[in-house]
C-alpha cells in the first residue's frame, strides 16, 4: 500500500505551468480520490421526498404550464448531493414525477436513454410504445426501451400521475443522449401484451421456441398481478427474508431493461428486514404503506408514494409500521449495468 502520495505543491510551479500549456496533469495527487481503498467515493446522498409535498405543486404546474409548453410535464427530483442541474437522483438513475391532465397529450418520440413508468394515482392514462397502446393502472409498470417510440395519452377524469425513472445522467454523461421527434403513432387495435401473448409467466407463443425476442417483447407488468405473486410468494418465504420478486424479460428470463433493474418488494405486517449493502445505486418508491427506512445510516419515516434514494455500498433496512396491512414497495437500481460491467457485488 502506497503510504504517501506526492502532491502538487510538492512539484515545481514552471513544470506544472508546462504541463498545464500542453494539457496534461501529473497522476499521483489526484490518483487515490479516483482509486479509494474499499469504497468508492460517493456524492449521493440518502435521501426522501414525501409525495404529500410534491402532488400540490406538481398540480400546480399543470395550471402553471400548458402540455405544450412542457412536452413532458414532470418534477425532478435531485439529489442533494449533486448540483440540482444535472438532475440527477443516484449518479446513474433520473427520476421525476410526471403530470398529464384528461385530454392532454404527450408528444411521441423516441431516444437513446431508457426510461420507465412506474404509475402513481389516476385511471384512463396510456404509454403508446411502438404502436402497442399500454392501459396505465396504479403500480402497472411500463416500458420505454431505449430507441422504441413512445408517447403518452389520458381518456379519463382527473390528474394522472407517474414516476419516471430513466438512465439518463449515465447516457448523458457517456455523450449519447438525445432525442428524435415523429407523427403519432398508429394504434394497433389489440390489448397489450401483458393480456395476450405474455399473460402468465412460464408460457409463451409457442413459435418463440424457434424464434426468440432477446429485444423487449413484455412492456406493461401489470400491478394487479404482481401484488398476487408477491402475496403468494409471501406464504413460502421465511420471516426475515426479503420478499422480493425481479421484473425479466419473460423470453429470456434475464433483466428487462439493459442497465436498469426492477423489483417489487413486500412487508409483511409488523416485518422488518434488510437488505445486504450491494454495488448499486437505487431508487425505493413505495406503492402501499406506511413504515421506515434505514438508508446507510440515515433514518425517513415514509408513506405510501413516497420515493428514497440509495447510494452505492448501502444497506437497506425497511419495517413496516403496519401490525395489520401488508407494506410494497418497487425498487429501480444499477444492478444490470454492474453486472455487464463484471463488477456486481452484495457484501453480506
Ligand atoms: C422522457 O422522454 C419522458 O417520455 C419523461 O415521458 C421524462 C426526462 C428526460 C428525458 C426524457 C417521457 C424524461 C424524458
Known amino acids: 500500500?502506497?503510504?504517501?502520495?506526492?502532491?502538487?505543491?510538492?512539484?515545481?510551479?514552471?513544470?506544472?505551468?508546462?504541463?498545464?500549456?500542453?494539457?496534461?496533469?501529473?497522476?499521483?495527487?489526484?490518483?487515490?480520490?479516483?482509486?479509494?481503498?474499499?469504497?468508492?467515493?460517493?456524492?449521493?446522498?440518502?435521501?426522501?421526498?414525501?409525495?404529500e409535498s410534491i402532488r400540490p405543486l406538481l398540480l400546480q404546474a399543470g395550471d402553471l404550464t400548458p402540455i405544450e409548453k412542457a412536452e413532458r410535464r414532470v418534477l425532478v427530483l435531485c439529489n442533494p448531493g449533486h448540483n440540482p442541474e444535472d438532475a440527477l437522483v443516484t449518479p446513474t438513475i433520473y427520476v421525476g414525477l410526471q403530470l398529464i391532465l384528461p385530454g392532454e397529450t404527450a408528444p411521441?418520440?423516441?431516444?437513446?436513454?431508457?426510461?420507465?413508468?412506474?404509475v402513481v394515482e389516476g385511471g384512463g392514462g396510456f404509454t403508446t410504445v411502438n404502436g402497442e397502446k399500454l392501459?396505465?393502472?396504479?403500480?402497472?409498470?411500463?416500458?420505454?426501451?431505449?430507441?422504441?417510440?413512445?408517447?403518452?395519452?389520458?381518456?379519463?377524469?382527473?390528474?394522472?400521475?407517474?414516476m419516471d425513472a430513466l438512465d439518463l445522467p449515465l447516457i448523458y454523461n457517456i455523450e449519447a443522449s438525445y432525442c428524435t421527434e415523429g407523427e403519432p403513432q398508429q394504434m394497433k387495435p389489440d390489448p397489450d401484451g401483458s393480456q395476450t401473448r405474455y399473460r402468465r409467466a412460464g408460457v409463451l407463443p409457442y413459435?418463440?421456441?424457434?424464434?426468440?425476442?432477446?429485444?423487449?417483447?413484455?412492456?406493461?407488468?401489470?400491478?394487479?398481478?404482481?401484488?398476487?405473486a408477491l402475496k403468494d410468494l409471501s406464504k413460502i418465504t421465511p420471516a426475515g427474508d426479503a420478499v422480493q420478486l425481479a421484473y425479466v424479460n419473460p423470453e429470456t428470463g434475464q433483466e428487462c431493461m439493459p442497465t436498469l433493474g426492477f423489483s417489487a418488494l413486500m412487508l409483511r405486517p409488523?416485518?422488518?428486514?434488510?437488505?445486504?449493502?450491494?454495488?448499486?445505486?437505487g431508487v425505493l418508491k413505495v406503492v402501499e404503506g406506511r413504515g421506515q427506512a434505514d438508508i446507510d445510516g440515515a433514518t425517513y419515516d415514509w408513506d405510501q408514494h413516497d420515493i428514497i434514494a440509495v447510494?452505492?455500498?448501502?444497506?437497506?433496512?425497511?419495517?413496516?409500521?403496519?401490525?395489520?396491512?401488508?407494506a410494497y414497495l418497487f425498487l429501480v437500481d444499477d444492478a444490470p449495468l454492474h453486472r455487464k460491467l463484471g463488477f456486481y457485488e452484495e457484501f453480506k
Not at 411500463?142 to 403518452?152: A, D, F, K, R, S
Not at 418463440?208 to 398481478?225: A, I, M, V
Open 1 to 51: 500500500m502506497t503510504e504517501q502520495l506526492g502532491t502538487l505543491d510538492e512539484l515545481p510551479p514552471s513544470y506544472l505551468k508546462e504541463l498545464t500549456s500542453l494539457d496534461l496533469v501529473p497522476l499521483w495527487p489526484f490518483l487515490r480520490g479516483f482509486l479509494p481503498y474499499g469504497i468508492p467515493e460517493r456524492k449521493t446522498k440518502p435521501a426522501h421526498w414525501a409525495y
Open 108 to 118: 411521441n418520440h423516441k431516444h437513446t436513454p431508457s426510461a420507465v413508468r412506474l
Open 135 to 162: 392501459p396505465m393502472e396504479p403500480g402497472d409498470l411500463i416500458l420505454t426501451p431505449p430507441g422504441l417510440w413512445h408517447e403518452h395519452g389520458h381518456e379519463g377524469d382527473g390528474p394522472i400521475i407517474w
Open 207 to 228: 413459435q418463440s421456441l424457434n424464434q426468440r425476442d432477446y429485444g423487449f417483447p413484455l412492456l406493461r407488468f401489470p400491478w394487479r398481478e404482481v401484488r398476487e
Open 270 to 281: 409488523g416485518e422488518e428486514f434488510t437488505l445486504p449493502k450491494r454495488s448499486s445505486s
Open 311 to 326: 447510494p452505492t455500498h448501502s444497506p437497506i433496512t425497511l419495517v413496516n409500521r403496519s401490525g395489520q396491512e401488508p
